[in-house]
């Protein structure tokens, strides 16, 4: 139980293109989807936390107009980056829990690697 | 604000032998602790978590951590690693009782195992 499934898995893309990466929880209902960044041999970075209905909250230093999310359902949400440039490059991945507070685990995607040519 | 520190950056084991990966933590209170492992270019997978009650938890895969109140601590062990063990290891802490379930990671641990 407690499957993140999160498409694409990998994209190439040109400059200035926007890229939209789909998180969906495929068992259960996610209350809240957390997005990261994780660059190569480092930990993850929150970027932002999402609940359904609700805008996304973003951590400090991440611009919320570059990387737009939506948490349009219970089992979906999705992150658009636009305009992505080459410093875009990079590892995310998003994940998944069922209720509020500390005791529902994240349940993670298996990510998804941006390329920006 | 919280933090984890995970001090070794890498670790090296032989296949059959026997590991443990540290963890130290700093909050204000006993928070929710986890462990998860990553593989390359894979998602995290949830090996344990620790809430309340026995300090040793079990969890998949064969491992296992136990949390030191007076430590600070919530180190993983495994009797006897496997070759398929060898991956990123990641200790998080959320907080107790809310914060939407914002985890806070530590640097992560690499795990090679040699045959």
């Known amino acids: 139980g407690a499957v993140v499934s999160q498409h694409p898995s990998w994209v190439i893309c040109k400059s200035g293109t926007s890229v939209k990466i789909e998180c969906r929880s495929l068992?259960?209902?996610?209350?809240?989807m957390f997005w990261y960044r994780q660059f190569p041999k480092q930990s993850l970075m929150l970027m932002a936390t999402?609940?359904?209905?609700?805008?996304?909250?973003?951590e400090q230093g991440v611009e919320k107009d570059k990387f737009l999310i939506n948490h349009a359902s219970l089992t979906l949400s999705t992150l658009t980056v636009t305009s992505a440039h080459p410093e875009d490059s990079s590892f995310y991945i998003c994940?998944?829990?069922?209720?509020?507070?500390?005791?529902?685990?994240?349940?993670f995607g298996d990510g998804t690697r941006l390329s920006i040519l | 604000a919280q933090s984890v520190t995970q001090p070794d950056i890498h670790i090296t084991v032989s296949e059959g032998a026997s590991l443990e990966l540290r963890c130290n933590y700093s909050?204000?209170?006993?928070?929710?602790l986890f462990w998860y492992v990553q593989s390359p270019g894979q998602g995290l997978q949830l090996l344990l978590k620790?809430?309340?009650?026995?300090?040793l938890v079990q969890g998949i895969k064969g491992f296992e951590a136990e949390f030191k109140r007076s430590q600070s601590s919530f180190n993983l062990r495994k009797p006897s690693v496997h070759w398929s063990d060898a991956a990123e290891y990641f200790c998080?802490?959320?907080?107790f009782g809310g914060g939407g379930n914002k985890l806070t990671f530590g640097t992560g641990t690499q795990l090679k195992v040699e045959l």
């Open positions: 909050y204000g209170a006993t928070p929710y």
């Open positions: 620790y809430f309340s009650g026995d300090t």
């Open positions: 999402s609940n359904e209905g609700s805008k996304a909250t973003y």
């Open positions: 998080a802490v959320a907080p």
């Open positions: 994940s998944a829990s069922g209720v509020q507070g500390g005791a529902e685990p994240q349940h």
């Open positions: 068992d259960f209902q996610a209350t809240t």
